[in-house]
């Protein structure tokens, strides 16, 4: 997935993630960073001026944690912070040429004491139920900010340790 954020002051941000099931995620910043994570073994990292990976230290059991957002005990507690409202469909759309269910809705999020209102959208595909974009936009801290979330889904993706 392709994760780009415009923050109030305009300035974009981009992520790529990719994952390989069940152990394997690779983190890319557009800032030059990069960084591959074995659940269990470690984690790597790129530096971005030299292009060199190194193993980082002490890493294995942090590498876990990285892994925390996919365990469903963690997604239901997460959950439990997050009210979905107005859930509706709006429309259909393609992307890629496939056919596209749209879909709007608003979420109220729990952050310390601090409730959030994000307006959000979703394509969803119609022959297989995944997600292939989203777009929110939130004020968590006061300034908003507007994510656009792109999925792809290749299984020819490989993430092996790069040391």
């Known amino acids: 997935m392709t994760i780009s ?13 990719e994952y390989v099931a069940p152990d394997r995620l690779r983190v890319a910043g557009g800032s030059g960073s990069d960084m591959i994570i074995i659940k269990d073994k470690g984690m790597y990292q790129k530096d971005a001026s030299t292009g060199k990976w190194q193993l980082i230290p ?3 059991q942090g590498s876990a944690a990285a892994f925390a ?21 709006v429309g259909t759309d393609t992307i890629g040429g496939k056919p596209m269910r749209v879909y709007e809705y ?7 004491g601090t409730t959030t209102n994000a307006p959000s959208k979703i394509w969803i595909g119609v022959a297989d139920g995944l ?15 507007t994510t656009v979330v792109v999925y ?3 299984p020819n993706i490989k993430i092996e340790p790069p040391v």
């Open 69 to 89: 957002f996919l365990d469903p005990k963690q997604v239901d507690e997460l959950m439990k912070s997050i009210v979905v409202e107005k859930f509706r469909q």
């Open 58 to 60: 002490s890493s294995a």
């Open 5 to 17: 954020s415009t923050g109030a002051d305009g300035k974009v941000t981009s992520t790529i993630m």
């Open 152 to 154: 792809e889904y290749d």
């Open 131 to 145: 997600p292939y974009r989203s777009e929110g936009t939130s004020d968590v801290t006061g300034a908003k900010t």
């Open 106 to 112: 608003t979420t109220a999020i729990d952050i310390g």
